[in-house]
């Protein structure tokens, strides 16, 4: 039996440790360090866990995401086509202050959403601004939500509180949820781990 050439060990040594590092990228981007609870019930309906992930900017953790929804979804066409409510809970991963999330938050409604879309829902998107803004800065372990009900709107959270009355619509909501699961998400692999991908 001839003795395996370097070459061939080379190339299969590389094509193993490429596989690992695949592994690796989609355990980083499921294996969140924050501890959600399976299910919130919203207005009377009970929400599962459809996915969680991390945000990250570069190679530092931001905050850890779960997405809530009455039913399985695995595309961004059938999450925002889902009726009933929604909801978003993050964990701060690190200090941030308040305005960057909120200027963060419009960039992402900005690159997913037709301007006309913004501009129609100006007041509801000055409204989370304002909110983030109104809290100096985040703390690593704080946490926020954003919450959508029918005939509602949506309620914005921080540390479990409300901040003030519902906003927008459903239409509002979808363009939220586009931060994240839009052509142009936040964090593509955060999309995949929102979607269950």
Same mark, same amino acid.
């Given at each position: 039996m001839k003795p395996i050439s370097f070459h061939i060990r080379y190339a299969l040594l590389a094509g193993a440790m490429c596989c690992a590092c695949a592994a690796l990228q989609v355990q980083a981007a499921t294996a969140v360090s924050?501890?959600? &609870?399976?299910?919130?019930?919203?207005?009377?309906?009970?929400?599962?866990?459809?996915?969680?992930?991390?945000r990250y900017r570069a190679i530092f953790k931001v905050y850890d995401l779960a997405l809530y929804t009455a039913s399985k979804v695995s595309t961004p066409e059938a999450l925002l086509a889902l009726p009933g409510p929604k909801r978003?809970?993050?964990?701060?991963?690190?200090?941030?202050?308040?305005?960057d999330l909120g200027l963060a938050f419009i960039k992402g409604l900005n690159s997913n959403s037709s301007p006309e879309l913004v501009q129609k829902h100006t007041a509801s998107s000055t409204r989370l601004?304002?909110?983030?803004?109104?809290?100096?800065?985040?703390? &690593?372990?704080?946490?926020?939500a954003m919450e959508y009900v029918p005939g509602k709107g949506t309620t914005f959270f921080i540390q479990g509180q409300p901040q003030g009355a519902p906003v927008g619509d459903a239409e509002f909501f979808s363009m939220v949820l586009k931060i994240w699961v839009g052509? &142009?998400? &936040?964090?593509?692999?955060l999309k995949d781990a929102l979607l269950g991908m």
């Open positions: 924050s501890t959600f &609870a399976p299910t919130q019930v919203v207005q009377g309906t009970t929400l599962s866990v459809n996915g969680m992930g991390t978003l809970n993050f964990v701060a991963l690190r200090d941030m202050p308040g305005t601004i304002d909110i983030f803004s109104g809290k100096p800065k985040l703390v &690593a372990g704080d946490t926020f052509p &142009a998400p &936040a964090d593509f692999k």
